[in-house]
């Protein structure tokens, strides 16, 4: 076994064994991947979006002579040739649409209709298809015409060849680094499906009070295929949590009525079939979820590794500590606006009140984006290794 | 308590109750802007109860809605009537972030409290904020970011601000935003709640 | 047969056409089914999640 495959080996056990609430020999420590790597290079965004092989280089580059065990995250999550090919309205990415060194952007609108409804529940996948592919994007607008055509045999290659483009990548770092991904595979709430990309924010709010049996059957409708979605993009892993960017289950979105009603069910029938197939889900619980602990508490012992950003961390420890895995602890405006010495007593006073007695990954909570200092991210991860030895 | 019946069910969000009253009162003859000023005082109360903890977000957007829908059938009716107002306020989300729940909710309790409120938008640049200023002299500037990417943006506007001789008060709000922010992007003040906002506002306006 | 392909069914969720369907239409096979159905079903599984891919982006 190379150096590298050992540390591999090393690091997956030390995030396992704190997955499944136990205390490795470290506590396990997470790279957050993101744009403000780009800035310490002479890569424009753009670029690093649309160069896979770019971006590889320079993430090599950049985690060289660190220690850490996770990486979270890539930096060409969506790789831009795939929309620009199709004409989608979803984003507007750098140098198309924007200027060369800003980060990408996503344009939320009504895409589906208050009338679609029904035919969504009854067939979601050919409803998308027909109808929401078609409105989504501009150059696949009439299906069947010669532009359509050519546009959805691009996208569909480029779909292919990011998916295989990435999974080298990330085999790259695995290989040459010991660099183990924090997940495999992304799923939503049905919730948020239906209220992102589909009624979008205001919609689907609007559709609580007008017409709630309808999110109730549609949530329903969906929960087999966040499931499949799941298995399908880990391409059946089940050693590593499954993402899901959780939105409208934040306070102050829903009342706790409403979020037991409409938001829960369907979430939770999701994590369950996952774990009933042995894979877990990384609950990326976005903003403040501190009422919701309690009724979080009710899943499966380990079947999540809850992720804290603005949820009130010692409440989280209380409520779920020793159950769950617990993800996080660094604000991402420190990392921008602390200092290396802040970062360090932020990780030390983190690792003493949360990383005590196991099955927690020092990170930072949220996404880390353009504005972070990577003097800041190196001193959180050697203050998780100074301090992070159990 | 509200005593009148429309500001009520402003608050209770009886979007059928809220139409059909102002129609009533349309054809009973009372004037438009009394109107307007009754359901400002339920959108006030929607916003109490926001902050108490009693509404959501959910209830905040269907008042938003009941809102418009009102102000569809008056607005043809104001034509002509020049609203007092307390003072005028511009607004946006800054360049680079479309994030616009907050702004908007900000905006909504804004005007509920008697501002004029000039929405810019998402994603807006730093010359349209002072291009807005300069036109409006607005006492006051309402800068929303979401994303922290997007704050040097906001220090940006400010300084676009100040270069253009302009003394407006700026009030920064958002998810992330704290002292420490305020005082790297150089505005007078913050808020983390859209009612914050409304406290300001009274300050700068000495409402 | 073209008429086959207007037929209405609503494809299990991680399914665009499952392979019964075709099957189905295409009668026994002259050869080795196995082989034919597994790659059927991994193009159809990359269908299935570019279409969904749009709405969990
Ligand atoms: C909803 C949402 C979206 C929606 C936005 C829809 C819309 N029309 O606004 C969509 C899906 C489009 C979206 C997109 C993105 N998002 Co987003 N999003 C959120 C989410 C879940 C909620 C934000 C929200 O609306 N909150 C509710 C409102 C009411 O609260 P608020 O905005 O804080 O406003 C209140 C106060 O702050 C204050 N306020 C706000 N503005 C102002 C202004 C003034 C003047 C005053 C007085 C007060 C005030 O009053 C408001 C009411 O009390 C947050 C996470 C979270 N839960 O906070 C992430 C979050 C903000 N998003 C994030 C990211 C990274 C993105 C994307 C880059 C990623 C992506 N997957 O596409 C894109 C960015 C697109 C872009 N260029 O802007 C990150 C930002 C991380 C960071 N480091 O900054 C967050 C924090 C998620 C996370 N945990 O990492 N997002």
Known sequence: MSKAEKL????????????ECGKPDKVPITFPLGEWVVKYTDTTIQEAYYNFDRTTEITCEIIRDLDFDLM??????????????????LYKFPGIHLEENSQYQYIEEENMKPEDYDEFIDNPTEWLANKFLPRINEEFANPGSYRATAALIKSVAAFAMANDKSAKASEKLAKEFGVVPYGTGMTKAPFDTLGDALRGMKGILLDLRRRPEKILAACEAIIPHNIAY?????????TLPCFAPLHRGAYPFLSMEQWEKYYWPSLK??????????KRMFFFAEGNWTPYLEKIAELPDKSIVFVIDATDAKKTKEVLGGRFCLYGGVPTTLLTYGTPEEVKDCVKRVIDELACDGGFVLAPGGVVMSDAKRENIFAMIEAGREYGVY | MLADTLSKAMAELEEEQVLEQVKERLGGGVAPLAIVKTLQEGMVEVGNRFQSGEYFLSELIMAGEIMKGAMDILEPHLSGESGEHKG????????????DLGKNIVIMLLKGSGYNVIDLGVDVPKEKFVEALQETKAPLVGMSVLLTSCQEAMKETIEAIRGAGLDTRVIIGGNYIDETVKNHVGADYYATSATDGVK??????GA | MAENRDKTFVPE???CVPWKVIKEELGELPGNEEIVKKEWENLDTLAYSFIWFWAQR
Do not use: C
């Open chain 1, 72 to 89: 979270y995250s890539a930096l060409n999550l969506w790789w831009p040739p795939m929309f620009n090919a199709i004409g989608s309205k």
């Open chain 1, 230 to 238: 799941a298995m399908i993009t880990a391409a059946g892993d089940t």
């Open chain 3, 13 to 15: 969720a991680g399914t």
């Open chain 1, 269 to 278: 029938a999701v994590i369950e079939g996952l774990w009933a197939r042995g």
């Open chain 1, 8 to 19: 591999y080996q090393e690091r997956l056990q030390r995030y396992t064994t704190a997955m």
């Open chain 2, 88 to 99: 005028t306020i511009v607004i946006g989300t800054v360049k680079g972030d479309i994030h």
């Open chain 2, 200 to 205: 300001v506002a009274a300050e700068v306006f």
